[in-house]
């Protein structure tokens, strides 16, 4: 079955993740739960940070994918820095201690309190969107006395060719500036005691699939980069974002030796300049999965239904983008298929995860579960309907643990007086 691997399979018509049996998690654990590969997650970093090979790089984890704690230790492990974009992301990665002098900030709207924790801790860099978020900086700086570490975020205007809501390069998005607003920006600074600009970025979007929106923008941050050096500006990193697309359904996913190749050979005039890469979906999308149980089957006037305990509350991306992530059953995958439509339990027609998909049709309990679900799942996820969120699990070979307990009842209602 395609979007199994060696870390997700079946043996003997039970699915696995890695050597645990899903049925042996969903006992433990109860179900909806996220359960995530270790050795998948680390396949992954290695893939990118070798394909890379000698090229100066540092791939900074993007948070917003999957914060939890023993996800960033992990990476953190493994040689990756964070991306953040909020105090939150940032505490979340010196907490799983990932170094400030690894850690990029980016984001439109950072507060004066998220500035001057990042000044106070000594990150790599303050990837800075606006001219007012500069002069805000500046005055930060002054009054914790730290000169603030900076790079513009360049607005390159690339179409990343993916979903209008993930898009961020194009013309009218509301992240970075125009490159001719971003030389202002650095010339400006180079008078500036509180201000010393390290590095450049751009982020022009997430899943991109294909190469070429990459080398464009690269293209036109380069660029910028060339003008700034003739002018005795000397620039240490350049930072190209994430987005590195997966295999979400039937799409080609980016071609990372391509990708790799291309980033080695436009680089390779820039010995002094360390590039830094901000994925998140590639490293932690396909390792995780959700497990869920039917709860009910029904037939409609129009389609065979399948109610599962799992919400759009859990998993936001198909009622938010029409994402598609796949649903297979837990055991026996060869059983005979009909066409099925697959809901959650959320009071909403958008709560659908499978729409006229050919799957077996299910014994009441019966385990399934939802793939590609490692990134923007928990971290997106909410507790409407007043659902307490599921659990983590991370599973390691022939061993799992929880990594973040079931939400309580206690939980919805802990803060309200
Ligand atoms: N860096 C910056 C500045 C970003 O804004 C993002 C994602 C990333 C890195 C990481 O992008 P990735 O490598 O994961 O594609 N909730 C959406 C994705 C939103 C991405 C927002 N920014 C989804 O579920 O598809």
Redesign the pocket.
């Known amino acids: 079955m395609a979007h199994l691997n060696d870390c997700l399979s079946y043996r003997t018509g039970r699915l696995y993740v890695e050597s645990v049996a899903a049925e042996r998690i969903a006992r433990e654990a109860g179900t909806p739960t996220y359960v995530y590969s270790a050795r998948l997650i680390r396949e992954k970093f290695q893939e990118l940070d070798s394909a890379l090979g000698n090229l100066p790089h540092l791939i900074c984890y ?1 948070l ?2 999957n914060p939890n704690r023993s996800l960033c230790r992990l990476l953190a492990k493994e040689g990756a820095g964070a ?1 953040v ?1 909020s105090g939150g992301e940032l505490r979340q990665a010196i907490d799983a201690g990932i170094r400030p002098g690894k850690i990029v900030f ?1 984001g439109v709207g950072k507060t004066e309190d998220e500035i001057i924790l990042a000044l106070r801790s000594g990150i790599r860099m303050l ?1 800075v969107e606006s001219q007012e978020e500069l002069e805000a900086v500046t005055r930060l700086a002054k009054r914790v006395k730290r000169p603030a570490l900076f790079a513009v975020r360049v607005n390159p205007g690339v179409d990343a060719g993916t979903h209008r ?2 898009a ?1 390069g194009l013309p009218d998005s509301k992240f970075g500036v125009v490159p001719a607003e971003a030389l202002r920006m650095y010339r400006q600074a180079r008078t500036n005691p509180w201000l010393k600009a390290v590095g450049i970025h751009c ?1 022009i979007g ?2 991109i699939t294909r190469v070429q929106p990459y080398q464009q923008a690269l293209d036109s941050v380069l660029k910028l980069a060339s003008k700034l050096r003739s002018e005795g500006q000397h620039l240490k990193y350049l930072d190209l ?4 697309g997966i295999c979400h359904d039937q799409e080609e996913p980016l071609p990372i030796p391509a990708f790799a190749r291309m980033l080695r050979r436009e680089l390779a005039a820039w010995p002094g300049l360390e590039l830094v890469l ?5 490293l932690v999308a396909e390792a995780g999965i959700i497990l869920t149980r039917v709860l009910y089957r029904k037939r409609t006037s129009r389609a065979h239904l399948v109610i599962v305990d799992v919400g759009m509350n859990d998993l936001l ?1 198909p009622a938010l ?1 029409g ?1 598609k992530h796949p649903v297979i059953p837990g055991h026996s995958p060869q059983r005979p298929k009909i066409r099925l439509n697959v809901a959650g339990p959320v009071c909403e027609s958008a709560d659908m995860f499978a729409r006229g998909e050919k799957l077996p049709w299910p014994k009441p309990r019966e385990l399934w579960a939802i793939l590609k679900a490692g ?2 799942a928990f971290s ?1 996820s909410s507790q409407y309907n007043s659902r307490p969120r599921p659990p983590e699990v991370l599973v390691e070979g022939r061993n799992f643990r929880l990594i973040r307990a079931r939400e309580q009842f206690e939980d919805l209602v802990r803060h309200e007086r």
């Open positions: 993007a917003k994918a991306d974009v980016a990837n809501h993930v961020t982020h997430s899943q974002g994430g987005g590195l901000e994925p998140g979906r590639f991306r983008y994402a990134a923007y997106m």
